[in-house]
């Protein structure tokens, strides 16, 4: 079997991230406008409130369908914009479907309250009982608003990963009992064959991206690559890297720098995804990922048997060589984010420096690999070691080891904190935006 090797990019490419938010910004001004027409052609209720209602249902079932895409991983949008940024964006859309939905239901409420004189609770049990598909619109709504209360940072930074994601999964069933609700009783739905063929295509594609990204794309790679653990090597007394082979590796359209979710389908944690970077560029035999142990499901890493079956979705990530804007690198790491660098300095060709952050010596995952790595490429190797503070990393101190950081691409991965504190330093020395790139693991329903 061959070495795969990757042809990178040229750096003067119009920007694939560009393009990528730019024709999702379209699409999605493109069907508000689709939407509103077909709105203004069913024609207006005599009551203002039942109107705005009307319209405000209707975006918040555009809304939904754009949801849908965002969260189906599907691999040409991920590759280019980043699961981080794709869930960043899920968030505000959730948030904005949470207020078209309540708003929806309140115009709509008091709308037929004031047409009919009852009081809006009244009136919300009048039109449950007697207009088909209202009900199940309550229970989606209600669901939305659940999903939306775990999904605040005060209770998403209280739970259980594992909680929150099974909580999530009931959007899925708000979408459903959101739609049949639209077929039911929504008028726009049937007022003309184009109007009922675009909602049915609409709902036809989102749906089919989730089921295409969520599970047919990572049951087929499975069954094609069937992986498994090769080896199991501690690297220190926290960090293990686990080996994984399979067929037809080379047909793998994984990148260095990207991260997969690993199940190893052992008794006790085949349920239980975790996403972990390459730290070693894909070469078409094996693949490798290295982790601190810092709780249960890492620590079991440890003692993973050969041939142990592994049920991995992915490659993800934007972190890699397809977004450089300059022909020379700067890699920056901080402690275990030295694993999607690790790999991007074997990627790379052209001329590299590489900085990683450490608190000590022994804190420096794969050191020795690197130093041989970066002798064999011509690349200079910084190991800057100390507390946080001082920061070895502000404005001066880096400018001091990198005079033309300006000038180059600048890849950065570690703790949240230190990436935010490179990410200034690297602002302050007036870096192009363009030339910075950065990803955080965010995973969204």
């Not at 079932?61 to 794709?86: C, K, N, Y």
């Not at 259980?160 to 999964?169: D, S, V």
């Amino acid at each position: 079997m061959t070495t795969v090797e990757r042809v990178q990019p040229p750096p003067t490419a119009v920007r694939p991230k560009v393009v990528a938010r730019a024709g999702l910004y379209a699409l999605l001004v493109a069907n508000a406008g689709v939407v509103t027409v077909f709105f203004v052609q069913a024609g207006f209720a005599s009551n203002a409130l039942i109107v705005l209602g009307r319209l405000a249902g209707l975006y918040a079932a555009l809304l939904m369908a754009f949801q849908l895409l965002l969260v189906a991983r599907l691999p040409w949008l991920d590759h280019r914009i980043g699961m981080d940024r794709l869930t960043s964006w899920h968030r505000w859309v959730g948030f904005g479907l949470l207020w078209t939905l309540l708003s929806h239901a309140v115009f709509i409420t008091f709308g037929y309250a004031q047409s009919s004189s009852m009081g809006p609770v009244d009136e919300l049990v009048e039109l449950a009982e007697t207009v088909e598909g209202v009900l199940r619109a309550i229970v989606a709504l209600l669901l939305i608003l659940v999903v939306g209360a775990v999904s605040a940072r005060w209770a998403r930074r209280r739970l259980a990963y594992e909680t929150w994601h099974f909580i999530h999964l009931y959007t899925y069933v708000a979408v459903v009992l959101a739609f049949t609700h639209q077929v039911a009783a929504g008028t726009t739905f049937t007022t003309s064959p184009a109007a009922t063929a675009y909602w049915w295509t609409l709902w036809g594609v989102a749906l089919g991206a989730v089921c295409l990204g969520r599970l047919v794309l990572p049951l087929w790679r499975n069954l094609r690559h069937q992986l498994r653990v090769s080896a199991v090597v501690p690297e220190s007394d926290n960090v293990v890297s686990v080996y994984i082979t399979g067929r037809d590796l080379d047909r793998l359209p994984a990148r260095a720098g990207q991260f997969f979710l690993w199940r190893f389908l052992t008794k006790d944690r085949w349920w239980q995804a975790n996403p972990f970077s390459l730290s070693a560029a894909p070469d078409g035999r094996r693949l490798r990922l290295t982790a601190k142990t810092a709780g249960d499901g890492t620590a079991a890493l440890r003692h993973l048997k050969v041939g142990t079956r592994v049920f991995a979705e992915g490659p993800y990530g934007a972190f890699t060589t397809l977004h450089r804007t300059r022909s020379e690198t700067l890699l920056i790491a901080g402690g275990v984010g030295i694993t999607p660098i690790r790999a991007l300095l074997e990627d790379l060709h052209d001329h590299v420096v590489l900085i990683y952050r450490v608190a000590t010596d022994q804190d420096a995952v794969l050191y020795d690999e690197l130093r041989e790595l970066a002798h064999a490429k011509g690349a200079e190797l910084h190991l800057v070691t100390g507390p946080a503070t001082p920061d070895k990393l502000a404005p001066r101190e880096l400018a001091r080891l990198v005079p033309d950081v300006a000038e180059r691409d600048v890849f950065v991965c570690g703790p949240p904190a230190m990436t935010s504190a490179v990410l200034r330093t690297l602002r302050d020395l007036g870096v192009p935006k363009p030339q910075i790139h950065f990803e955080r693991f965010s995973l969204a329903g």
